[in-house]
T-cell receptor, first 115, second 115 residues
């Protein structure tokens, strides 16, 4: 059973535009929601993460929006640049709940920024 | 500071042959993870070590996969015998702590092709 659903599978955005990737989770024990960025031939790297005590977290051009009641969270990339072209994974885990510490990843979104 | 080191980066073998992957985590990181990443998918946890102890190996196919982390530092993941369906990227990650909310740092992965 897939516990983290991610959409869209692929996304093409014009340079300077806003890229939005969405994720939904099922396990209410999850309380840590990171986004990872992966370039071809590289391992995933943490981009930004949020915990459910806040509804939004911003770091530079990257923002996570979190809706606890809907069990959804999303990544917004403002002023998207060609260097942002990569695959993005959302993930979720329970910090201290036995059996939920495993980081569960979404299926990924391939983002392409065109000039 | 050096990141997570993995070797080899690429491996091509024939089915039924054995193969081994090596991982050196970031210095001081007590927790080490092995993930499997199929093409177009997110990483899936195979095994998690806290120091020398495998604390979560529930997703490791124990009939053909084995892993060890001697002295709580380097780790080796072995497949014997390899099957066609094992073709994937094997990622190693490490984190300082053991909770589900710890930042995981990934290596570049070993890309395995089984012919």
């Amino acid at each position: 059973q897939q516990q983290v659903k991610q959409s869209p599978q692929s996304l093409i955005v014009q340079k300077g535009g806003i890229s939005i990737i969405n994720c939904a989770y099922e396990n209410t024990a999850f309380d840590y929601f990171p986004w990872y960025q992966q370039f071809p031939g590289k391992g995933p790297a943490l981009l930004i993460a949020i915990r459910p005590d806040v509804s939004e977290k911003k770091e530079g051009r990257f923002t996570i929006s979190f809706n606890k009641s809907a069990k959804q969270f999303s990544l917004h990339i403002m002023d998207s640049q060609p260097g942002d072209s990569a695959t993005y994974f959302c993930a979720a885990a329970g910090s201290f709940n036995f059996g939920n510490e495993k980081l569960t990843f979404g299926t990924g979104t391939r983002l392409t920024i065109i000039p | 500071e050096a990141g997570v080191v993995q070797s080899p980066r690429y491996k091509i073998i024939e089915k039924k042959q054995p193969v081994a992957f090596w991982c050196n985590p970031i210095s001081g990181h007590n927790t080490l993870y092995w993930y499997l990443q199929n093409l177009g998918q997110g990483p899936e946890l195979l095994i998690r070590y806290e120091n020398e102890e495998a604390v979560d190996d529930s997703q490791l196919p124990k009939d053909r996969f084995s892993a060890e982390r001697l002295k709580g530092v380097d780790s080796t993941l072995k497949i014997q015998p390899a099957e066609l369906g094992d073709s994937a990227v094997y990622l190693c990650a490490s984190s300082w702590g053991t909770g589900g909310g710890e930042t995981q740092y990934f290596g570049p992965g070993t890309r395995l092709l089984v012919l």
